[in-house]
């Protein structure tokens, strides 16, 4: 019976892992309640723009040929940092182009705008990943640096008994989203553009009688949103083999993480990622792979059943 149960060892290695990887899910869970919380949108590329990270970082480092010429890691380095302002940009022009544009001039009641406006998502999310498919095929594909094969040793008791190992790529991962998100937490309570987005969020009307360009913050935040997005899909394609259709692999876990911080947090979204991770290693413990979703989804009912609004629903209603 003894040898059913995991050591101490593999355990510290679980939390260590499940730590990581939450913090990368929880960027990628803050991405998406940013657009949630300020747009009120549920958006079905989200997975997509989450893919089109990791085919960034790939063509920075293989394509364009970053990585020959100042070596792998200072190229996905080149990638982190130019991954927001690049999507930023491109989720901006969508934003103005097609989401901003439904119900502007038209007698759309708030419900209309919304259901076309997810009709759009989907239709973009189908768009992006054929898309995706025709130019670059479906075989999966993975960056080779020595972040994705190589780990730091920890000796977290001095003793050399008990060792947790950490995979590069995943620490990487984990500090750039823990970075990311408090930089997004300052900017959304420190600075005037923050405090025009939230006043947008709670009450769209009242910001435009108080002169706050309502379409161009619900512009600014999909941008930021896009840009997060795919600074999580950079780092995740550090450690994780990717295709077309990866985003599917992600999707659930978004939207669970962003239900379960509470709806119309932002910061609460970080959090809710990072249990999901956590829960998603430590269940590998004693189940096999195939369950850890239906792991998630059991400790994700139970917390919903205990607090229906969320972790956070009940102390920040919205960003």
Same mark, same amino acid.
């Given at each position: 019976m003894m040898g059913l149960l995991p *050591?101490?060892? +593999?355990?510290?290695? *679980?939390?260590a892992a499940g730590l990581l990887v939450g913090c990368t899910y929880g960027l990628m869970c803050v991405a998406l309640g940013l657009i949630f919380g300020v747009m009120r949108l549920i958006n079905f590329a989200q997975g997509e723009f989450l893919m089109l990270g990791m085919y960034f970082v790939m063509s920075v480092v293989t394509i364009f040929g970053f990585g020959s010429l100042i070596g792998p890691i200072p190229a996905i380095l080149v990638a982190i940092v130019a991954s927001v302002p690049v999507f930023f940009v491109i989720g901006s022009i969508l934003h103005w182009a097609m989401l901003g544009r439904i119900g502007a001039g038209q007698n759309l009641t708030e419900g209309e705008v919304h259901q076309a406006q997810l009709i759009m998502t989907l239709g973009l999310s189908l768009l992006l990943a054929n898309g995706t498919l025709i130019v670059f095929g479906s075989t999966p594909v993975s960056l080779d640096t020595p972040l994705a094969s190589q780990a730091w040793t920890l000796d977290p008791f001095g003793h050399g008994d008990i060792l947790v190992f950490l995979n590069k790529g995943r620490v990487v991962a984990g500090v750039v989203a823990v970075i990311a998100t408090a930089a997004l937490y300052f900017l959304l309570h420190s #600075? %005037? #553009?923050?405090?025009?987005?939230? =006043? =947008?969020? %709670?009450?769209?009307? =009242? =910001? +435009?009688?108080?002169g706050i360009d309502v379409a161009r913050s619900y512009r600014v935040t999909f941008g930021m949103g896009f840009g997060l997005t795919a600074l999580a899909g950079v780092m995740v394609a550090t450690f994780y083999p990717f295709q077309p259709y990866v985003g599917l692999d992600f999707i659930i876990t978004m939207y669970a993480g962003v239900v379960l911080g509470g709806l119309g947090s932002v910061m609460g979204s970080f959090w809710g990622g990072l249990i999901i991770g956590l829960v998603q290693q430590i269940s590998s413990l004693v189940l096999p792979l195939q369950l850890q979703g239906t792991t998630v989804f059991i400790v994700f009912l139970i917390i919903l059943l205990i607090r229906p609004q969320g972790l956070f629903g009940r102390n920040v209603e919205r960003a």
């Open positions: *050591s101490f060892e +593999t355990i510290l290695q *679980s939390i #600075t %005037d #553009t923050g405090r025009r987005l939230r =006043a =947008a969020a %709670d009450n769209p009307v =009242a =910001a +435009t009688y108080m």
